[in-house]
T-cell receptor, first 115, second 111 residues
Framework: ETGVTQTPRHLVMGMTNKKSLKCEQH?????MYWYKQSAKKPLELMFV???????ENNSVPSRFSPECPNSSHLFLHLHTLQPEDSALYLC??????????????FGPGTRLTVL | SQKIEQNSEALNIQEGKTATLTCNYT??????LQWYRQDPGRGPVFLLL?????KEKRKERLKVTFDTTLKQSLFHITASQPADSATYLC??????????FGTGTRLKVLA
């Protein structure tokens, strides 16, 4: 498989559930990102990892917990979410974090619905 | 605060015409500006990048301009086709970890 993959593609969870989103990149990149995309809002950068080290955390609530065990895998652990957290969660990768000329490669996203 | 505005939420044009999308920004001095295409249910796909010292960039039927004085980028699709129908996003970065995206313009090319 090539590019950036995300699982699951769709997720429905209750406010008391705990779930995880998974992202895998097959591009040999060193940087990985989590974004949130809500209707009629711009993509919001949530977290940035560079070589498995978190380098950016954009004031994201603690109910979202990222994990990057290696440069190819990225997880987003979810617990006690709110209905307003329902959105499309996108994972992306780039060759190097912080190099603005780099292209970001996005996965297809996980459509999350919180009931 | 830093803000990006893309000219309109939706744009309809006739097939064969040139589509022009606008990206305006405030309170920011980006070093790079990127344009992405996003289809429903998919992640954004990179199209073009332009640097602050470049005025224009082309790729096949696509052209991007960048005016740092006006704080504006224009994205043109010439000889538009129904297959060009999608949402187009602009993104700015100053070379830090932070990419700032616009809300996107939904383009529909009518046959």
């Amino acid at each position: 498989e090539t590019g950036v993959t995300q699982t699951p593609r769709h997720l429905v969870m209750g406010m008391t559930n705990k779930k995880s989103l998974k992202c895998e990149q097959h591009l040999g990149h060193n940087a990985m990102y989590w974004y949130k995309q809500s209707a009629k809002k711009p993509l919001e950068l949530m977290f940035v990892y560079s070589l498995e080290e978190r380098v950016e955390n954009n004031s994201v609530p603690s109910r979202f917990s990222p994990e990057c065990p290696n440069s190819s895998h990225l997880f987003l652990h979810l617990h006690t979410l709110q209905p307003e957290d329902s959105a499309l969660y996108l994972c992306a990768s780039s060759q190097v974090a912080g190099r603005g000329a780099d292209t970001q490669y996005f996965g297809p996203g996980t459509r999350l619905t919180v009931l | 605060s830093q803000k990006i505005e893309q000219n309109s939420e939706a744009l309809n044009i006739q097939e064969g015409k040139t589509a022009t999308l606008t990206c305006n920004y405030t309170n920011y001095s980006p070093a790079y500006l990127q344009w992405y295409r996003q289809d429903p249910g998919r992640g954004p796909v990179f199209l073009l990048l332009i640097r602050e010292n470049e005025k224009e960039k082309r790729k096949e039927r696509l052209k991007v301009t960048f005016d740092t004085t006006l704080k504006q980028s224009l994205f043109h699709i010439t000889a538009s086709q129904p297959a060009d129908s999608a949402t187009y996003l602009c993104a700015l970065t100053s070379g830090t970890y932070k990419y700032i995206f616009g809300t996107g313009t939904r383009l529909k090319v009518l046959a």
